[in-house]
């Protein structure tokens, strides 16, 4: 079955800065990639996705790029603030099925 | 437009036990997905709803059973309780038609603490 790992687990930047998150997976079968951020005591929030017919997509701040030859994707976050503190969490899909397959979190800290 | 709702949003029971958890999905939505996140790691999937079928499964005992109504809620039960249920149970809407079932929302939760 399918496999994420993600990294790093903790990621501490200074505001202002980029923080960058990877994942890989092992089912070349898998089309579809989306990021979660789980602040404490919350509910993870899909903050954006991209399926394997693109290799990147961007909404403000935040990118995901997708190699599907390296089978890799990662989460770029632009001119981090203190509120983009949170654990981000990597997940692949298959299109139309329901088990997403999340990595371990990333604990991401913006220092003021 | 209401989004994902759960009850209760905290449980504890005993060892042995049985528990019902309850998931109301995205207005519009059709599918929901129940995932077990213990602390400090990613939502494991147990299963998915639609149609009021399971349609999917992931690697969770028979002791943990759900159920789709006509209206799309769902519950979760998990029988038999044992200490290593403790966790955070998350239920997640998604529609079938629209962006499909792999693009989940998330409710709040139900934290579960076994005794």
């Known amino acids: 079955g399918e496999n994420v790992e993600q990294h790093p687990s903790t990621l501490s930047v200074q505001e202002g800065d980029s923080a960058v998150i990877k994942c890989t997976y092992s089912d070349s079968a898998s089309n579809y990639f989306p990021w979660y951020k789980q602040e404490l005591g919350k509910r993870p929030q899909l903050i954006i996705d991209i399926r394997s017919n693109v290799g990147e997509k961007k909404d403000q701040r935040i990118a995901v790029t997708l190699n599907k030859t390296a089978k890799h994707f990662s989460l770029h976050i632009t001119e981090t603030q203190p509120e983009d503190s949170a654990v981000y969490f990597c997940?692949?899909?298959?299109?139309?099925?329901?088990?997403?397959?999340f990595g371990k979190g990333t604990k991401l800290s913006v220092k003021p | 437009d209401a989004g994902v709702t759960q009850s209760p949003t905290h449980l504890i029971k005993t060892r042995g036990q049985q528990v019902t958890l309850r998931c109301s999905p995205k207005s519009g939505h059709d599918t929901v997905s129940w995932y077990q996140q213990a602390l400090g790691q990613g939502p494991q999937f147990i299963f998915q709803y639609y149609e009021e079928e399971e349609r999917q499964r992931g690697n969770f005992p028979d002791r943990f059973s759900g159920h789709q109504f006509p209206n799309y809620s769902s519950e979760l039960n998990v029988n038999a309780l044992l200490l290593g249920d403790s966790a955070l149970y998350l239920c997640a809407s998604s529609s079938y038609l629209w962006e499909g079932q792999e693009t989940q929302y998330f409710g709040p939760g139900t934290r579960l603490l076994v005794l």
């Open positions: 997940a692949a899909s298959k299109r139309s099925q329901g088990n997403l397959i």
